[in-house]
């Protein structure tokens, strides 16, 4: 559980010390005024990585030229910081060496947000982020592996750029790379979605209050011998000039009741299934590490109807740690709100 954020100069935080009390925390204020950030920064606190941000200079507030994060976390005291262009990381006031050794110090996360709709409606790079956020708190080396991966892919695609004929013996170098670490990530990515499933179709009917089954189809890119795909689909590499099957294409089928769920499904039912995705990996998460994951939930009661909104609540895990941000309390009933610390977010701080 996170008991206490430090923020300096992160976006449009100049400072913030926020105390943490209890398993609900609200985050009450208007648009634009940082509640977002506040999330935003835990999740990079504890994995490093930004859901809003491509890189870290993005996070960065005006005129500045680095952040400061920190937070203390089950008893562990954690640091982020970015300084010109040197990041580092400390647990306990000791630099971690890499990022495995501070990840494996800190916690896990589930990100729920309205945008989450994506999910369902957008294309295979959505659902390819969902998984690899899940997988890499999940299986050792996979963070490692998609790293490498995606270094090989680059390097392969810009020797088919760079020259009008194939120099194969150079390409076959980065292709050996590409089947090595996409099989790891291809592997992970199928046992998670077998492990996702179960989860997920119980919380798409506990929510929608229907029968609705949902699936989950995991769609290997280039099928299960990626050296064998690679080698046979070299021509169609060479005159597209890039790589164009591997994990990098990879996608997850979602279907309601055997159908398309981007097509067929109507907006209360995608609303739901990208729910069902992120409480199910919550429950993977807890599964797989024995540890309940910190919920970040980004301003979603005000689109749900009351139906979902209650259904919600009733299966978010009561163990988990939820941090959670809205424009306005009108959705949460006495009892909810007696048993949560809230927060008023005025875009300089809160109170």
């Known amino acids: 559980m996170l008991h206490r954020l430090r923020l300096r100069n992160f976006r449009c935080f100049e400072a913030l010390d926020c105390p943490l009390q209890g398993e609900v925390t609200l985050f009450a204020g208007n648009n634009a005024h940082g509640k ?15 859901p809003r941000a491509g890189t870290l200079s993005e996070v960065v507030r005006l005129g500045e030229d680095g952040f400061v994060i920190e937070g203390d976390f089950s008893g562990r005291q954690l640091m982020f910081s970015l300084s010109g262009q040197r990041r580092q990381m400390k647990v306990d006031g000791d630099i971690s060496k890499n990022r495995a050794s501070y990840l494996a110090e800190t916690g896990l ?6 945008d989450d ?33 995606n270094r090989a892919l680059r390097a392969r695609n810009f020797l088919f750029k760079r020259d009008n004929r194939p120099r194969w013996e150079q390409i076959a170098a980065y292709t050996k790379l590409l089947v ?28 929608s209050g229907r029968d609705e089954s949902l699936g989950l189809n995991y769609l290997r890119s280039g099928g299960e011998d990626l050296a064998t795909a690679y080698e046979q689909n070299a021509d169609q590499d060479s005159r597209r000039r890039q790589t164009h099957i591997g994990p990098h294409r990879d996608d997850l089928i979602l279907e309601i009741k055997g159908l398309a769920a981007g097509q067929f499904a109507s907006e209360g039912q995608q609303r739901t299934i990208a729910l069902a995705l992120k409480l199910a990996q919550a429950e993977v998460l807890r599964e797989a590490k024995g540890a309940d994951p910190v919920l970040l939930i980004d301003d979603i009661f005000g689109e749900l109807d009351q139906a979902r ?11 988990s740690q939820k941090l959670i941000t809205t424009t306005h309390l009108d959705w949460a009933d006495d009892a909810f709100l007696t048993a949560s610390q809230r ?3 005025d875009g300089s701080g809160v109170c």
């Open 180 to 207: 090595k670490h996409g099989t790891v990530i291809a592997e992970a990515r199928a046992d998670l979605i077998a492990a996702l499933c179960p989860s997920a179709s119980h919380a798409q009917s506990g929510i």
């Open 309 to 319: 909104r209650n259904a919600l609540l009733t299966y978010l895990p009561k163990s």
């Open 109 to 114: 996360v589930v990100w729920m947000g309205n």
């Open 117 to 149: 709709l994506a999910l369902v409606r957008g294309g295979g790079d959505v659902r390819r982020r969902y998984m690899d956020f899940a997988a890499s708190q999940i299986y050792p080396g996979y963070r490692n592996a998609l790293r490498a991966y």
């Open 343 to 345: 927060y008023l977010v």
């Open 36 to 50: 977002t950030t506040i999330l935003e920064s835990i999740c990079m606190l504890l994995r490093l990585q930004s």
